[in-house]
């Protein structure tokens, strides 16, 4: 599977952006989908997850509240909703997708990923 993450860009401080993360090449409709950044100079994290059937979400401490995972299967397509970003927000914004129904918050169980999209927040 193909994914391409879009919806990037730079917004003030408090700003919201909604990311989108399209497949291609098979359905998503099987596979969990997880949402990680990597800041210049840090090691990739995970942002949020959500499962196969979109019923379990989960979200690291540092976004919970503000940001919201959703999937269209119609689309074939995950979401990340930003809300009242921070600075420290900014980062590159990935989704991986993997052969589980279940999320997971480790990278490395993610076979499949997109190229990033940029977030950039500004104070």
């Known amino acids: 599977v193909q994914l391409q993450a879009s919806g990037g860009g730079l917004v003030q401080a408090g700003g919201s952006l909604r990311l989108s993360c399209a497949a291609s090449g098979r359905t998503l409709g099987n596979s969990a989908v997880g949402w990680f950044r990597q800041a210049t100079g840090k090691e990739r994290e995970f942002v949020a997850a959500i499962s196969a059937a979109g019923g379990s979400l989960f979200y690291a401490g540092s976004v919970k509240g503000r940001f919201t995972v959703s999937r269209d299967v119609g689309r074939n397509a995950v979401y990340l909703q930003m809300n009242s970003l921070k600075p420290e927000d900014t980062a590159v914004y990935y989704c991986?997708?993997?052969?589980?129904?279940?999320?997971?918050?480790?990278?490395?169980?993610?076979?499949?990923w997109g190229q990033g999209t940029q977030v950039t927040v500004s104070s």
């Open positions: 991986a997708a993997r052969a589980a129904t279940t999320w997971s918050t480790f990278e490395q169980s993610y076979a499949y």
